[in-house]
């Protein structure tokens, strides 16, 4: 762990490789509530930092920074804290796209991914919340989850021939 000028707690993200991103995590127990806020600010931290750096970053995963519990930290227009999210359903209609990860972060990946999905999950409150996401929140939140069952984007390509470098993302955009 490092702290910037800020004083920010960021984390090392875990790269491709790394066994720790291959396990699944363990959930959240209510018990634990009073460790969470440091976990997020982290996570919240390291995500930062990292968009700063490279231009990109919407999410990252607890087990991203060596944390195996399931948690996700999610900022698109606003901060969004995932405890212990399950997609439980998933739209039949499927989409392809090109997906990048933090874990390695000059690689792209065509997956595919459900239109949409609905999410049960806690909040930093411990209240139960259940979501319906559609489209690029959808795919997000399915990457997200993926990791915290010690799943990356890499064991979801659609085929042996959809990994590009991030320096080909003009070219790969059209295929």
Known sequence: MRRNAEAMAVHEILLLGNPSLYEVCLPMAPEELAGLTGIVEDLRDTL???RTRSGRGRAIAAPQIG???RLV???ID???VFVNPVIDVKSAKTF???DDCMSFPDLLVKVRRHCSCRVICRDLGWNERSLILSDSLAELLQH???HLNGILAVARAVD???FGLRSQSAFL???
């Open 173 to 175: 955009r059209r295929s």
């Open 48 to 50: 930062m930092d990292f």
């Open 73 to 75: 930290y999610m900022n």
């Open 160 to 162: 042996s021939c959809a």
């Open 78 to 80: 606003e901060p969004v």
């Open 144 to 146: 997200e989850c993926d």
């Open 96 to 98: 392809e796209l090109w």
């Open 67 to 69: 944390v195996a519990k």
